[in-house]
């Protein structure tokens, strides 16, 4: 079947832009993730979907970033006036269940802020 | 704090040779344990993971980890080493618990494979 997809693959935006990436979960998985993965920083976990409610937001950085999760499928991370710190490569996971279950992630967005 | 730690920031070895790659972590009580293998330009692939039962964990590629729980570790091996495993190598724990979802992951191992 069909893995986890992003899109778009690459986002170039100006700094003070707002951007939308979008992810879809593998069918039938209940939750869904959101990561950041930049030079020096790692992977940093951002948000966490359980259906369409989120149980942890503990990772977003700031109140520019928002996420939702529409029919517990589909997702889309915002970013709101975007700064040069924001750019990194944004990858989304999905999961059968939060519990006990691997996490398999999508080919992730590039986001380069200039 | 839970974290995870992969000590080798790089290793390298030449192809055919054994591999170990070392992670550690810190948490309240027995996590799942996940390694994840990342391709240059690619998302992340589960190699391997440990839930419970058997500590030695066979995965993909001919990959295998063992769960050593009184040194809270997860080692990923491989006995002989192909070129096309130039990778970086994450380590990764979840709880068990039904309200947190996320993966604390380790800042990765970059392996060069040697000809």
């Known amino acids: 079947g069909a893995g986890v997809s992003q899109s778009p693959s690459n986002k170039v935006t100006e700094k003070g832009k707002d951007v939308e990436l979008r992810c879809d979960p593998i069918?039938?998985?209940?939750?869904l993730y959101w990561y950041r993965q930049s030079l020096g920083q790692g992977l940093e976990f951002l948000i966490y979907?359980?259906?369409?409610?989120?149980?942890?937001k503990s990772g977003l950085p700031s109140d520019r970033f928002s996420a939702e999760r529409t029919g517990g499928s589909v997702s889309t991370l915002t970013i709101q006036r975007t700064q040069q710190e924001d750019s990194a490569v944004y990858l989304c996971?999905?999961?059968?269940?939060?519990?006990?279950?691997?996490?398999?992630f999508g080919p992730g967005t590039r986001l380069t802020v200039t | 704090a839970q974290s995870v730690t992969q000590p080798d920031i790089h290793i390298t070895v030449s192809e055919g040779a054994s591999l170990e790659l070392r992670c550690n972590y810190s948490?309240?009580?027995?996590?799942?344990l996940f390694w994840y293998v990342q391709s240059p330009g690619q998302g992340l692939q589960l190699l391997l993971k440990?839930?419970?039962?058997?500590?030695l964990v066979q995965g993909i590629k001919g990959f295998e980890a063992e769960f050593k729980r009184s040194q809270s570790s997860f080692n990923l091996r491989k006995p002989s080493v192909h070129w096309s495993d130039a990778a970086e190598y994450f380590c990764?724990?979840?709880?068990?618990?039904?309200?947190?979802?996320?993966?604390?992951f380790g800042r990765g191992t970059q392996l060069t494979v040697w000809p």
């Open positions: 996971a999905s999961s059968r269940s939060p519990q006990g279950y691997e996490q398999y």
């Open positions: 069918s039938g998985h209940t939750a």
């Open positions: 979907f359980q259906g369409n409610s989120a149980p942890d």
């Open positions: 948490y309240g009580a027995t996590p799942y």
């Open positions: 440990y839930f419970s039962g058997d500590t």
């Open positions: 990764a724990v979840g709880a068990r618990s039904s309200t947190l979802g996320r993966l604390y």
